[in-house]
């Protein structure tokens, strides 16, 4: 319809119908690059030298990505015990790092680190020590790698708030301050004119990590029918739509748009929409690695809209109006 902004044509109708919009927030409302893409990378890295004395190749963002895409990989605890997994399983192969990061990508599914456990197995290479070593994934506390990954990403002050203890592993500044905040007061203005407070946030990350990047602007979502993943158990995670469903019935949307960059809120917007749920989905691909193959992936699933930024929500929903 305009630069940055693609629309169904099919689906203009329904477009004009929605009542409510629900966030997702990292890559949507928030540029992650360099906070939590930036904490894998630093905790695979540490977790190996220090667990397993190996010195990991770098971890790109197109590695990152490869696992992202699947559909079960929401959690970036789960894309960096991934990546732990594979860089001990290259290096007691005798295997290019890289290649094989993309070759269990290749083979991983929606069902995540299950998916990457049972192709490394096909491999018949034994993990056991480094897995038990992680135990992961396990209750708050119990995994040693779920740990350094909050005290690396919270640092040590947001950390000791959130668990109230103190970091064992790092102090100091956190990754999390180096979110960039893609929203803006004027955007949140335009979207009230039309949803009131039909807005809120199903996102993986807990509520405390939410506010701290959002600041002032997090209470201009509706918080009462917004849900906060960290916080929630584990099954409760994307692509289990749950969470949306509750967002969606909770603020007594008639037709609803959900608005992530991931496979998991894809596949989440349909799950809800199969439910009863009437849920249209739109995808934000101007922050990925590669925005054209992004852009690309979600045409290919037949999302409702697409769009460069969150900046054009406003623009192409009244586009869609006229």
Do not use: W
């Amino acid at each position: 319809m305009d630069k940055g902004i693609y629309v169904d044509a099919q689906k203009m109708d329904k477009i004009k119908k929605l009542d409510a919009i629900i966030f997702d927030c990292d890559g949507v409302l928030i540029d992650v690059s360099h906070s939590y893409d930036l904490a894998i990378k630093k905790t695979a890295e540490f977790v190996t030298n220090e667990f397993a004395a190996i010195k990991l190749p770098e971890v790109t963002a197109e590695m990152i990505e490869s696992f992202k895409k699947t559909g079960g990989f929401n959690d970036e605890v789960d894309v960096t015990y991934a990546l732990i997994l594979v860089g001990m399983a290259s290096k007691k192969m005798e295997k290019n790092f890289s290649e094989l990061v993309f070759e269990a990508a290749k083979n991983a599914d929606s069902t995540g680190i299950r998916s990457v456990e049972k192709y490394l197995d096909s491999l018949k290479i034994d993990l056991t020590e480094i897995k038990n070593k992680l135990a992961y994934p396990a209750k708050r506390f119990a995994s040693p790698l779920s740990s350094i990954f909050d005290e690396m990403f919270y640092g040590a002050d947001l950390y000791a708030r959130l668990y109230k203890r103190p970091p064992n592993f790092f102090s100091g500044r956190g990754l999390i301050e180096n979110d960039v905040v893609l929203v803006t007061r004027d955007i949140l203005d335009e979207l009230h004119k039309r949803f009131d407070r039909k807005i809120a946030i199903v996102t993986g990350r807990g509520v405390l990590s939410a506010r701290h990047s959002l600041k002032k602007l997090f209470d201009e979502f509706n918080l009462q029918n917004s849900r906060f993943l960290e916080d929630e158990p584990r099954e409760m995670a994307k692509p289990n739509p749950q969470s949306l469903i509750l967002s969606i019935t909770g603020m007594k949307a008639a037709c609803s748009m959900f608005v992530g960059d991931s496979m998991e809120d894809y596949i989440m917007a349909r799950k809800a929409d199969e439910s009863g749920n009437p849920t249209l989905f739109c995808g934000i691909y101007g922050t990925s690695k590669d925005p054209q193959s992004r852009r690309a992936f979600f045409e290919q699933r037949g999302a409702d809209m697409i769009l460069e930024s969150i900046s054009l929500l406003s623009k192409a929903l009244n586009l869609v109006r006229a």
